[in-house]
């Protein structure tokens, strides 16, 4: 089965903490894709990273981190120092084969983050 | 930000109606996507294209039809309306065929069955 699951529903932080999303995959592919997508309150879905099976190397961009770890199958998320327009809905996703000719990307249900000032 | 336009963006249909939501892309991409996005589901995929006039189903395919006549075009119509099909419906366009590249988002449709 291919799923991506996000555990935590809603997160709720004060401006200047750090704060992890968690996201867990399950395929049985050995190449795919995860990605994460920032939803802020406006609605639209906003690319953030995409990383492949055979790269495991964490990313940072500014505020923004990523640890992928085959071994768990996760591909978590770190905001260091939050702030207050990093308030969205998160979603992991996962790119997976749909017979041929394309690649389904399967959402896990989002996880809600609030940072309060 | 990508070309992608979705109409309407927001519709209020009655049960047993037929909808057609549109959507348009500028940036000649082969792929596209209709998701519908709920409450604790996240995004789930409804039909796809690989090109004109190849479509195949997703995950939640039941009651909705697509067609794609021109490049930049792709229509979902819900042949018969249902207060189940309440959601906010999303486009998306990708480039390749490979797996790497990332999917680009329409604005969304918010459409209400009552």
């Known amino acids: 089965a291919q799923k991506v699951t996000q555990a935590q529903t809603e997160i709720s932080v004060v401006e200047k903490e750090d704060v992890t999303l968690d996201c867990v995959y399950e395929t049985r592919d050995t190449t795919y894709y995860l990605f994460w997508y920032k939803q802020p309150p406006s609605g639209e879905l906003v690319f953030l990273i995409r990383r492949n099976s055979f790269d495991e190397q964490n990313e940072i961009s500014g505020r923004y981190s990523w640890n992928f770890q085959k071994s768990t199958s996760s591909f978590n998320f770190t905001i260091t120092a939050s702030q207050v327009v990093d308030s969205a809905v998160y979603f992991c996703?996962?790119?997976?084969?749909?017979?041929?000719?394309?690649?389904?990307?399967?959402f896990g249900a989002g996880t809600r983050l609030t940072v309060k000032p | 930000d990508a070309g992608i336009t979705q109409s309407p963006r927001h519709k209020v249909t009655e049960t047993g109606t037929p909808v057609t939501l549109r959507c348009h892309q500028t940036?000649?991409?082969?792929?596209m996507y209709w998701y519908r996005q709920d409450p604790g589901h996240g995004l789930r995929l409804i039909h796809y294209s690989y090109g004109v006039k190849d479509t195949d189903k997703g995950e939640v395919s039941d009651g909705y039809s697509v067609s794609r006549s021109k490049t930049e075009d792709f229509l979902l119509t819900l042949e018969s309306a249902t207060s189940s099909q309440t959601s906010v419906y999303f486009c998306?366009?990708?480039?390749?065929?490979?797996?790497?590249?990332?999917?680009?988002f329409g604005q969304g449709t918010r459409l209400t069955v009552v």
């Open positions: 996703a996962l790119r997976i084969t749909l017979l041929y000719n394309n690649n389904d990307m399967r």
């Open positions: 998306a366009i990708s480039e390749e065929e490979t797996r790497n590249t990332e999917a680009f």
């Open positions: 940036e000649n991409h082969r792929y």
